[in-house]
């Protein structure tokens, strides 16, 4: 089954440490996405990248960071300078023809709720 | 700047009804607008899609009115189901002939509850 995969679903996080959230896709797409829910918040994005080796920053980047060394999997790194990072995360993935409107849903994972102990 | 919002955040139907999620936007650039709808505790899944090209899209139970002048859109759904009690965000991007089209900004969210 083609999909994207989140893990792990709950991550709990000491102060002063980082951790890393996976995020897989089988789908072939080029593009892939973070963002961060909030209660009573929409999706705000965090990191996106259009192709390998290649990313952006978002609307809430800082205290973030990501790398995009293989097409399948973009992984996101909380790192103690982000100051408030309980919330659900969500990875997604689209595909974006070249040259071309992208004119393509994103398609989510399950996401992860990361906790502060 | 919220620049895609949805004012309601709960709205409560019989089974059988017609079902209606509102949401504006005020960037005049956004030319490609979604709806998701969310189950607790799983990523959001996309039920349709709209062009600013168009006015209306349908999908089975499922239509998407645009109208850009008054940049609003709304998501009826007919007959509502108890199944279709979940949170529906609309999201909206502007991307023609850009790199970074796929970028999506989302509402805040409407709580649907279908009623048996």
């Known amino acids: 089954d083609g999909g994207i995969t989140q893990s792990p679903k709950y991550l709990f996080r000491k102060e002063g440490q980082n951790v890393t959230l996976s995020c897989e896709q089988n789908l072939n797409h080029d593009a892939m996405y973070w963002y961060r829910q909030d209660p009573g918040q929409g999706l705000r994005l965090i990191y996106y990248?259009?192709?390998?080796?290649?990313?952006q920053k978002g609307d809430i980047a800082e205290g973030y960071s990501v790398s995009r060394e293989k097409k399948e999997s973009f992984p996101l790194t909380v790192t103690s300078a982000q100051k408030n990072p309980t919330a659900f995360y969500l990875c997604a993935s689209s595909s974006t023809p070249q040259g071309m409107f992208s004119n393509q849903p994103q398609h989510f994972g399950d996401g992860t709720r990361l906790s502060i102990l | 700047d919220q620049q895609v919002k949805q004012n309601s955040p709960s709205l409560s139907v019989q089974e059988g009804r017609i079902s209606i999620l509102n949401c504006d936007y005020t960037n005049s650039m956004f030319d490609y607008f979604l709806w998701y709808k969310k189950y607790p505790a799983e990523g959001p899944t996309f039920l349709i899609s709209?062009?600013?090209?168009?006015d209306k899209n349908e999908d089975g139970r499922f239509t998407v009115f645009l109208n850009k002048s008054a940049k609003h859109l709304s998501l009826h759904i007919v007959p509502s189901q108890p199944g279709d009690s979940a949170v529906y965000f609309c999201a909206a991007s502007a991307g023609r002939g850009e790199t970074s089209g796929s970028r999506l900004t989302f509402g805040e969210g409407t709580q649907l509850t279908v009623n048996p």
């Open positions: 990248s259009q192709i390998v080796n290649d990313f």
């Open positions: 709209i062009s600013s090209i168009k």
